[in-house]
């Protein structure tokens, strides 16, 4: 009896799931199929134009209100444009692979060009074991794929805060179909939906963007997807499948048919949805069909996981003066015999929600071969360019404009911006409190610790990329003058130290002079606090002219309880700059090394008597910041800093001379290297969470330590490194 009822409930599950997609689908073609004519514009009218640009015309409306005409018509004019340009040729790996090739670089452009975090996801289909049974794919082995993927950053990528949306279409096609609709219509709302995100950063949350490949066989690319570069990325840096808040799957766009009965219901749908329905389904069900079952909508895929969105957000952007019903298909395991809802599932969509655990996902479609020209031309040669229709265009329109609205709102306004001259308190704040977790305590694994390190570099080494820096990396056994005592001591062969040359700004003389800037990734706030220094330091440099070339460079540090001798510790981050510097010099014989700043912890801000401890201090007030610098070289680095530090903050400099700044003075005689510190373990709260006879760190460097005193010194040094490097004469 109770497998029995267990049965029946899955049964009506499936019904009313099928009940839900008939009605939406009604409402909307009712709703929808009402707004697309629009005047003096020919509804049936096709652009002939080809374009050889990369944008189009007058690019490109920033902002798209789904509601005002005027918008939409303009969006409908840059879908045209890309639609032609991009995706109206077929593109199948086995019949036109050069096709292929040349629609994957061309999203990559596109992605790059904007302003994304590219990558290639590539990918050969002998990888996936679960095609061996599909006895047809005899040309396997040569499934070759590659799926492309952009990252748009929020303000909190990388970070255990970051939430993350998707959007995705395929850009594979089968053998001798151009796949205009299918899907070079999805690939061109995804194109627009980007678009109108780049316009809107800073955001604080993170899209993602994927092209996939080999759709059309079995959903390949977007397995590979989850399994590899999705996983790469939560391994690198802890994201969860439950951070997507959504991911939309947009495949067959430009389909829209207004007349009656050009719209399909599948096979045995109808008596499945009528069987099971209440009265008022089941009028409304009647009246869709007396209406004539017109194909002037989309469907709107969801399960029951992503109903609030799709309800509170999704169809009211879409059309905010209808009224919408949620489209729940359950889980795919819980449906062992799909019937009816087949169809349904034969996108990449049917992907996330198999994975484990379960990724949101709602999957939008006119529906493909079930709807008008395409009951003829799906996957044929006629899936062509002569259906771009402004009817059709303003279908696609309709929807980026939605997904865009959707998008912005999810992804909340962000605060790190481009065009900052000065440092951004609220930012620092931001990237302060998200970079940290309690991974981050000290921890009696080495592996663990190693884990955590390389998040931490990795979210630096991302950010700078993001700002349009070129990150590159070596090993510190790469460098020669390091002795053997020193390597075994410094389990250095699984930490890397990266850098990024910055170039004299356009028109500033003095480019064969150099200025190192540096820092080092530590567990804790305060620790670390100068490679967030260091970030900060990078964004701001995109808008600050300067006369010299600056190399940035940072290395990760280990977490580990046990930690290693001060001296032995210490003096790797400095043998990693010399490294860098070394590598650089060695490739640019003419240049003159004028320089180090080395950021260490500047966020430490006590002034509470007897706050500072060590003797080569003046004060017992730790409300000072530390300038340490060499004995033997001209001091232009470090009194430019103090000077300039003065003028931006009644906060004093204390500087302190040292024989032995760096450990290997004899290397470069003339060079000025500076350390900037708030004196770390010698202050404040800091002197109970480090062990200065052992190095030891200690669980209390947490973000609760994070004040507005401590944010306001720190920006000061940031805001004084830049303008250093602004105002350095060589």
Not at 182 to 192: A, K, L, Q, T, W
Not at 210 to 225: C, H, N, P, R, W
Request: hydrophobic share 40%.
């Amino acid at each position: 009896e109770r497998a029995e009822n267990k049965s029946s409930v899955k049964r009506r599950r499936i019904i009313w799931a099928a009940v839900l997609i008939f009605v939406a689908l009604a409402i909307v073609g009712a709703v929808v199929g009402a707004t697309y004519h629009y005047g003096s514009h020919d509804p049936e009218a096709v652009a002939e134009t080809i374009y050889d640009e990369l944008d189009p015309p007058n690019c490109c409306i920033e902002t798209v209100d789904p509601t005002d005409e005027t918008h939409l018509l303009k969006l409908a004019e840059q879908l045209n444009f890309t639609l032609r340009r991009y995706f109206t040729k077929e593109r199948n790996f086995n019949t036109t692979p050069e096709n292929k090739i040349e629609a994957m670089n061309n999203i990559h452009n596109y992605f790059e060009r904007i302003g994304l975090l590219v990558y290639l996801n590539k990918f050969n289909q002998q990888l996936y074991g679960y095609l061996g049974t599909v006895p047809d794919l005899t040309y396997k082995p040569y499934m070759n794929g590659t799926n492309v993927v952009g990252v748009l950053p929020g303000d909190y990528y990388g970070s255990v805060e970051d939430k993350v949306v998707m959007v995705s279409a395929h850009y594979d096609t089968v053998p001798n179909s151009p796949g205009v609709d299918d899907d070079g219509s999805g690939m061109s709302v995804m194109f627009e939906v980007i678009r109108l995100m780049v316009n809107k950063k800073p955001r604080k949350y993170t899209l993602i963007a994927v092209a996939s490949d080999l759709e059309e066989y079995m959903l390949i690319g977007a397995q590979v997807f989850i399994d590899t570069w999705w996983k790469e990325l939560k391994d690198k840096f802890g994201y969860r499948n439950e951070d997507v808040l959504i991911h939309i799957v947009v495949d067959t766009m430009m389909n829209w048919d207004d007349t009656p009965n050009s719209q399909e219901i599948p096979s045995g749908l109808k008596d499945a949805l009528l069987s099971d329905a209440s009265d008022e389904m089941k009028n409304m069900i009647n009246q869709y069909i007396a209406d004539g079952q017109k194909g002037n909508g989309l469907f709107m895929i969801s399960t029951p996981a992503e109903q609030q969105i799709l309800i509170g957000s999704l169809i009211p952007s879409f059309n905010p003066n209808a009224q919408y019903f949620a489209i729940p298909i359950f889980h795919p395991a819980e449906l062992p015999d799909y019937g009816p809802t087949n169809h349904l599932l034969r996108a990449d969509h049917a992907r996330f929600w198999s994975a484990h655990p379960r990724m949101n996902a709602i999957f939008i479609t006119d529906t493909g071969e079930l709807r008008g020209y395409m009951k003829q031309c799906y996957h044929k040669q006629c899936d062509d360019e002569s259906h771009i229709t402004q009817n059709n265009l303003m279908l696609m329109s309709k929807v980026t404009a939605a997904i865009g609205e959707v998008f912005t709102t999810m992804t909340e306004d962000g605060i790190c911006k481009f065009d900052d001259s000065v440092t951004n308190k609220a930012c620092l704040t931001m990237m302060l409190e998200s970079t940290f977790t309690d991974d981050d305590l000290p921890s009696d694994d080495d592996k663990a610790a190693v884990v955590v390190s390389n998040r931490k570099a990795n979210y630096i080494a991302d950010r700078l990329e993001y700002l349009g820096y070129k990150v590159e990396s070596l090993t510190h056994d790469w460098i020669p003058w390091v002795d053997v005592a020193w390597k075994d001591n410094a389990i250095s062969e699984e930490i890397t130290t990266y850098f990024t040359v910055i170039p004299p700004s356009r028109n500033q003389s003095g480019g064969d002079h150099v200025i190192a800037i540096a820092a080092q990734t530590f567990p804790g706030v305060s620790d670390g606090s100068g490679a967030i220094a260091l970030l900060e330091v990078a964004r701001l440099l995109l808008n600050t002219p300067h006369n010299t070339t600056v190399i940035l460079i940072f290395k990760n540090n280990l977490p580990i309880k046990e930690g290693l001798k001060f001296r032995s510790s210490k003096f790797r981050l400095q043998l990693a700059i010399l490294s860098v510097i070394g590598k650089y010099m060695d490739v640019t014989p003419n240049a003159t090394l004028d320089g180090v700043y080395q950021i260490g912890s500047v966020l430490n801000f006590d002034e509470s008597p007897n706050s500072q401890e060590g003797d080569i201090y003046s004060s017992s007030v730790g409300n000072f910041i530390a300038l340490v610098q060499g004995i033997r070289t001209e001091n232009n680095l470090a009194g430019l800093f103090a000077s300039t530090f003065n003028n931006l903050s009644t906060v004093p400099v204390e500087i302190i001379k040292s024989e032995n700044v760096y450990g290997r003075e004899d290397l470069f005689p003339d060079m000025e290297w500076v350390i900037l510190s708030d004196t770390d373990y010698e202050r404040g709260y800091m002197r109970d969470c480090r062990e200065d006879d052992t190095f030891k760190w200690k669980d209390c460097d947490t973000k609760d330590k994070i004040t507005s005193e401590g944010v306001e010194f720190m920006s000061n040094v940031v805001n004084a490194v830049v303008q250093c490097v602004k105002d350095y004469q060589p």
